[in-house]
């Protein structure tokens, strides 16, 4: 039997997934839920195996490892795991560089 972890999200995985259901909801609102569901799911699944996701490669090139993904096409969810705990951190397009979305969050804090 395997281990059970519980699943958290920081409140910018909360924001950058509301603002990817806002904004795919401006054109499509029941597409906008799909993906809501299928992100969600797609979380929800690290509770009993958060190593199935790979690491981060753009980090991993700096030599950081503790941080892991899951491909949602097109958006990447990132996180970490801590003791007993998944700490999902944010939810990414794909289609941007993580480099500079994760220096811009560094240096421009979310208000």
């Known amino acids: 039997m395997s281990e059970k972890y ?34 969600k799911e797609a979380a929800a699944q690290l509770y009993h195996s958060p190593e199935r996701g790979r690491i981060v490669p753009e980090l991993q090139d700096q030599g950081i490892l503790q941080y892991r993904e899951l491909i949602v096409p097109p958006w990447r969810i990132m996180y970490r795991t801590a003791g ?28």
């Open 6 to 39: 519980e699943v958290m999200w920081a409140a910018t995985a909360e924001n950058d997934l509301a603002d990817i259901v806002g904004y795919v909801a401006n054109n499509s609102p029941s597409n906008a839920l799909r993906i809501l569901k299928k992100i």
């Open 84 to 111: 007993k705990n998944v700490f999902v951190l944010s939810v990414l397009d794909s289609r941007r560089n993580v480099e500079d979305i994760l220096l811009d969050r560094l240096i421009k804090p979310r208000e």
